[in-house]
């Protein structure tokens, strides 16, 4: 069975760092793309990043290049969203997800449940 | 970036109800086009791919159709936990990869 499970959410303030992991089990963890997606509150679901099965691609959203470093670690089976410069606006369920195909251009089959990161003074 | 634009925003049915959601791009995805299914608190579930191609266990009673710019996810006959917000993505042109807004199906 395949299992999805974040961590690392929390409150954090404006301008601050926070860093999300994703523990996976029940698939072939390096062979799969993986990407992080996130919801705002009450919100539709929007891409920040991708990275393909190897690790060596990683592709962002324009809202937060730059800020979001993305990355896994294959012997871990663990997928990282580390998170810099933090905005009230970056506020959202963010949930990892498995991608269908090595590369990063794929639909999402099996997603975590989510972690709530809250951007708040 | 490719824009996908879901109509209608809100669809009101009952239960055994055909539900006919529509997923318009900006510009062509080929077939590369998915649906996603959100209950309230949950994630969401992939139950099409490529444009028509069923997910892993979700019933036949889901379907997808299109290609080019235009999709349609029919639901033939509603059941009590089909009543969710549904969005489709684009995967043709990326990155971004990109969500539609969403139509939420509810009960009339």
């Known amino acids: 069975e395949v299992q999805l499970v974040e961590s690392g959410g929390g409150l954090v303030q404006p301008g601050g760092s926070l860093r999300l992991s994703c523990t996976a089990s029940?698939?072939?963890?390096?062979?799969?793309?993986m990407g992080w997606v996130r919801q705002a509150p009450g919100k539709g679901l929007e891409w920040v990043s991708g990275?393909?099965?190897?690790?060596?691609?990683?592709?962002?959203a324009d809202s937060v290049k730059g800020r979001f470093t993305m990355s896994r670690d294959n012997s871990k089976n663990t997928l990282y969203l580390q998170m810099s410069s933090l905005r009230a606006e970056d506020t959202a369920v963010y949930f990892c997800?498995?991608?269908?195909?090595f590369g990063s251009g794929t639909h999402f089959d099996y997603w975590g449940q989510g972690t709530l990161v809250t951007v708040s003074s | 970036e490719i824009v996908l634009t879901q109509s209608p925003a809100t669809l009101s049915l009952s239960p055994g109800d055909r539900a006919t959601l529509s997923c318009r791009a900006s510009?062509?995805?080929?077939?590369?086009l998915a649906w996603y299914q959100q209950k309230p608190g949950q994630s969401p579930r992939l139950l099409i791919y490529?444009?028509?191609h069923r997910a892993t266990g979700i019933p036949a009673r889901f379907s997808g159709s299109g290609s080019g710019t235009d999709f349609t996810l029919t639901i033939s006959s509603l059941e009590p936990e089909d009543f969710a917000v549904y969005y489709c993505?684009?995967?043709?042109?990326?990155?971004?990869?990109?969500f539609g807004g969403g139509t939420r199906v509810e009960i009339k």
């Open positions: 997800a498995k991608g269908s195909y």
């Open positions: 029940g698939f072939s963890f390096s062979n799969y793309a």
């Open positions: 990275i393909g099965g190897s690790g060596a691609a990683t592709y962002y």
């Open positions: 510009q062509s995805v080929s077939t590369y």
């Open positions: 490529d444009a028509s």
């Open positions: 993505q684009q995967r043709n042109n990326w990155p971004p990869l990109t």
